[in-house]
């Protein structure tokens, strides 16, 4: 009985460690390959992959809105330097550093054309 409940309770903390494997774990290949697409793609293709990856939750698909504001003509509110500012420091709902300083440049340059 006490052998059982011994492999068990094994069995139980393989599977849990298999479902954070599975679910969580990103590891190397995934951060290689981001390097890989940002070294050929144009800055324009670099702030839609940025903006797909990280603002789309929030922003919506098309940048429409939902749980943050609309985006679509965000270039004729705010300045770029403005914009990169609210990436990296947040504003109201938006939390800070949502993205690296270096991408918020790419994406800030890219989101000040929307106008």
């Not at 697409?37 to 789309?56: F, H, L, M, P, R």
């Not at 004729?76 to 993205?99: D, F, L, R, T, W």
């Amino acid at each position: 009985m006490k052998k059982v409940r011994i492999t068990m309770i094994g069995n139980l903390i393989l599977a849990g460690c298999l479902v954070f494997l599975l679910f969580f774990y990103e590891g190397p290949q995934k951060q290689a390959t981001n390097q890989v697409a940002d070294k050929g793609t144009s800055s324009t293709d670099k702030a839609e992959q940025i903006v797909g990856n990280n603002c789309v939750t929030c922003h919506g698909q098309n940048l429409q809105g939902g749980a943050g504001p609309n985006l679509t003509k965000i270039g004729s509110k705010y300045s770029q330097s403005e914009i990169e500012n609210i990436i990296n420091h947040g504003k109201n709902a938006m939390p800070a550093g949502v993205i690296p300083p270096e991408k918020a440049k790419i994406v800030s340059e890219w989101l000040s054309q929307k106008k």
